[in-house]
């Protein structure tokens, strides 16, 4: 067949089948011809295929190849709005994936927690040794951060209520800084994950040990209480992602120490997305809650609890059923 014989045997088709696309690619339904749209992509094909065997004029290949690629990105493309697969990863896919990394993530606790509760204590009993990870201008910052008689809590204590969005803001920024320096550090044979889990756990025992022992306990207690549900569950969770990074970089098993850090980053992908959800919630909280002193510390320690068992329902049930 001669290619004239052959264009002026499918032009219509091809016709057609480019109105149905233009349709498709501006989000409208096409409707009855939804049944047709498959068959028509199955024959397009192998008009292509027969086009390029007969070595037909590079023109009509071109446009055929075109038209075939656009068919396949609309036939293959996800249904799927961002908006529901978002809320199906938050409502299931999250905590399923926290599960399925238990061992990493006791580890990155025990390392976090352990840390923590070790430094406070020894703080609490040898108050000279936080000058060991805090310089006196440091500390002294801790102290009006945290004094009873702040009008605020935590940093600028002294600001209005219209520069809690500002506070948002620094949150995000510093505590996805923290977490993306805990997970990016497994890189470096999860030496770097092991790092930042242990600096951060001793620095904040160290802070807390202090504040405990010179009288600033409901202060200090009531105003991590709330946010830390989300920022150091977060914590743990990035240090167990940076640490599966490490372990498949030290034990790659059969495979390459390329495709076992190419596979074990595809894993963590979830988790690190977690853990940025984590962290906007842990953000709000600690600008809108935490930093209040209108409230009383039984209700702050009450609101904290609840919220701690929030999380630890979330992660131990959600998602259990598809």
């Known amino acids: 067949m001669k290619q004239a014989q052959f264009e002026a045997l499918h032009r219509a088709e091809w016709q057609a089948l480019e109105g149905q696309l233009t349709l498709m690619e501006q989000g409208k339904s ?5 049944g047709e749209f498959a068959a028509a992509y199955r024959r397009l ?17 071109e446009r055929l190849q075109l038209l075939n690629l656009r068919a396949h990105q609309q036939l293959y493309r996800s249904r799927q709005n961002l908006g529901p697969r978002l809320l199906g990863f938050l409502l299931g896919g999250f905590p399923r994936q926290v599960r399925s990394a238990w061992r990493s993530i006791l580890l990155a606790s025990l390392l976090f927690y352990g840390s923590l509760l ?6 609490y009993l040898f108050p000279d040794l936080i000058y060991s990870l805090l310089s006196p201008q440091q500390v002294a910052k801790m ?7 702040a009008s605020r809590l935590g940093p600028l204590g ?48 160290a802070i807390a040990g202090h504040l405990l022992r010179i009288g600033y306990d409901e202060t200090f207690l009531s105003f991590v209480v709330g946010h830390g549900a989300f920022e150091l569950t977060a914590i743990t969770f990035a240090g167990a992602a940076g640490l599966q990074l490490g372990g498949a970089l030290l034990m790659p ?3 390459s120490r390329r495709a076992a850090l190419r596979a074990a980053a595809k894993g963590c992908i979830g988790l690190v997305c977690g853990v940025i959800f984590l962290l906007l919630i842990a953000a709000f909280v600690e ?22 068992l929030l999380v630890g329902v979330y992660f131990l049930l959600g998602g259990r059923q598809r």
């Open 30 to 34: 096409l409707g009855a011809q939804a």
């Open 45 to 61: 094909c192998q008009q292509l295929a027969l086009a390029e065997s007969r070595a037909y004029a590079s023109s009509l290949v």
């Open 118 to 123: 070790g430094m406070g204590l020894l703080v």
């Open 143 to 149: 102290e009006l951060m945290y004094d009873p008689d």
């Open 158 to 205: 002294e600001r209005g209520s219209s520069g809690d969005w500002l506070m948002f803001g620094y949150y995000i920024m510093n505590n996805i800084g923290i977490a993306f320096q805990t997970f990016a550090g497994g890189l470096l044979l999860g030496v770097g994950s092991l790092f930042f889990l242990l600096f951060n756990g001793l620095n904040i025992g």
């Open 253 to 255: 098993g059969p495979r």
């Open 287 to 308: 600008a809108y809650w935490s930093s209040v002193t209108s409230f009383s510390a039984g209700v702050k320690y009450t609101v904290g609890g609840g919220l701690w």
